[in-house]
């Protein structure tokens, strides 16, 4: 590569920075609403206007249905009476009556639903706490004495608790990361989670026609998804991806792929996989731009049922209502700022550039400000709209409006990837603890589980009992190359926790727990 990455210095405590809790101000996520760009809003309409044909003709053949069912016998027998000699009329008519509802039925959507979903709990003998960490890292020989401090301090601010979990090979004295434990544990996570999901829908392997698998880092062959499709002998026509390389945002890339596949499949099932593989992927060099990763990510999977057959909406629990992605990689600074690659000893780790915190906020920024137009409130658009007209085309010297997503949704599941960027969303978002609470309780009870983070938090509000039939659910999540994605979510029911069955139901009572706030740990 013809530019040279910009990776943390190797030795530096400011490292701790880039996940932990950014000190300078350059490493904070930038203002949201100073920076805002018109060309983004106006791809948030861009998209609402794309189903401009659906949006004009709903109302349309509301108002004809209405004006029809209001008719007496008699008038029908008039309206009869005045057509029947006339046939140019009546061929108009019809085939503007067909030419309408042949528009309205290709134009419309069909609906997606979100049967049900389930999120891997490993055995409680992959537990993993601070100690046991900090343990086996030192008995691997690997890591210099400063860097074992660095991973503690790292360990002690995370947000992470104590009881993350960690696949056998990684815990085992001495580690044993090879091919075969790799795929035992990618067994283990994807199975488990599938068949808890089936058997929580009892809808028969037979019947799924679309499998997509997400895992960024572990890509054997055969495929993630042939290992599903082998174990679980799916039929032959079965329509089978694996994403790779797509960092933890993949999980709603994922589902943005079923949502557009399942509007050509009719009456069809879909079934995504969202997991990150621990075993082969971890770091023991001493690049400390490598070893953050170490302490955040941990063992974890997740299993959504997706459907557009409109005989699965009463037993369903939530309807997609929108995704936007949004991908930065055209820029430089972006695509290389978490890189998988050799350190100068050639072992293999997943560097974070200085840049990260800075190229996460114009990500969130970018795909937040083309979902609001698509979300919020006509007010909270107006007020909005006018202000940045003001500021930006105006040269008005005024305060910038921030929206409040609050009145767009009710819940908020944002990636637990770190918690300085759980902070800077809270604050740039205003939003509360209560809101943040399932993304830092996850965080703090299963650590970073990659693209399976969401579903661990959307998990926790079910277990909670918060979800009420209509409530908005906002799923965002960022990852390498730099991407960051978004869906949204609508309850057709009230979740009901005694009736669930989720990782977090036997200890929901101990939730949730309080965290100390971060202090930097530069030095």
């Not at 995370?158 to 990684?170: D, F, M, N, R, W």
């Not at 067994?187 to 997509?212: H, N, P, R, S, Y």
């Not at 997740?302 to 557009?308: E, F, I, P, T």
């Not at 637990?416 to 978002?429: I, W």
Request: net charge positive; proline share 5%.
């Amino acid at each position: 590569m013809d530019q040279k990455k910009q990776v943390l210095p190797p030795v530096s405590d400011s490292t701790v920075q880039i996940e932990v809790q950014p000190k300078s101000g350059n490493k904070n996520l930038p203002d949201f609403l100073l920076s805002v760009k018109l060309k983004y809003v106006k791809l948030g309409y861009h998209y609402l206007i794309s189903h401009a044909m659906f949006l004009l003709l709903t109302p349309l053949v509301i108002i004809v249905s209405v004006r029809l069912s209001t008719l007496t016998f008699d008038d029908l027998v008039q309206l009869w009476n005045q057509l029947r000699f006339n046939l140019v009329t009546v061929l108009i008519c019809s085939v503007l009556l067909v030419f309408i509802a042949t528009l309205y039925f290709m134009s419309r959507p069909r609906k997606i639903y979100l049967v049900n979903f389930a999120c891997y709990k490993p055995e409680p003998e992959r537990k993993c706490t601070r100690e046991i960490f900090m343990e086996r890292s030192m008995l691997t020989g690997s890591f210099s004495e400063e860097n074992l401090a660095f991973q503690k301090k790292i360990l002690e601010r995370s947000g992470l608790g104590q009881s993350t979990y960690l696949p056998e090979a990684v815990l085992r004295v001495p580690p044993n990361p090879c091919m075969a434990e790799a795929r035992k544990e990618a067994e283990m996570v994807m199975f488990g989670a599938v068949d808890e999901l089936l058997g929580k829908t009892g809808v028969q392997a037979k019947d799924i026609g679309i499998v997509i698998v997400n895992c960024s880092l572990f890509n054997p062959t055969p495929s993630l998804s042939a290992m599903i499709v082998n174990h679980y002998k799916l039929r032959s026509n079965v329509m089978s991806y694996n994403l790779g390389g797509m960092g933890c945002s993949a999980g709603l890339i994922s589902i943005d792929l079923a949502k557009q596949l399942l509007q050509v499949q009719p009456n069809s099932y879909a079934l995504v996989v969202s997991l990150e593989n621990i075993t082969l992927n971890w770091y023991f060099g001493n690049n400390r731009s490598m070893l953050v990763s170490n302490c955040l990510f941990r063992m974890g999977g997740a299993a959504v049922l997706l459907s557009n057959r409109s005989s699965d909406r009463c037993r369903s629990k939530y309807q997609l209502i929108h995704t936007v992605r949004t991908h930065k990689g055209a820029d430089d600074r972006c695509f290389n700022c978490v890189f998988q690659e050799e350190d100068e000893h050639k072992k293999v780790g997943v560097a974070l550039s200085k840049d990260l915190m800075a190229v996460a906020g114009e990500a969130l920024k970018t795909n937040i400000t083309t979902l609001g137009p698509l979300v919020l409130p006509l007010s909270e658009q107006l007020l909005f709209f006018a202000t940045l007209v003001g500021r930006k085309i105006l040269k008005m010297k005024i305060k910038p409006y921030i929206p409040d997503f609050k009145l767009a949704f009710e819940h908020f599941c944002i990636h637990a990837g770190g918690r300085a960027v759980l902070d800077e969303l809270e604050k740039n978002l205003e939003l509360t603890e209560t809101h943040m609470e399932p993304s830092r309780m996850t965080l703090y009870r299963f650590g970073n589980t990659s693209s399976s983070s969401l579903w661990y938090e959307l998990a926790y509000s079910e277990a909670k009992g918060r979800i009420k039939k209509g409530d908005r659910t906002w799923q965002i999540a960022f990852g390498s190359g730099f991407k960051c994605n978004s869906a949204v979510w609508r309850a057709l029911r009230t979740i009901n926790p005694a009736k669930e069955k989720n990782p977090w139901m036997d200890e929901i009572h101990t939730f949730p727990v309080h965290v100390p706030k971060v202090v930097s740990i530069s030095t």
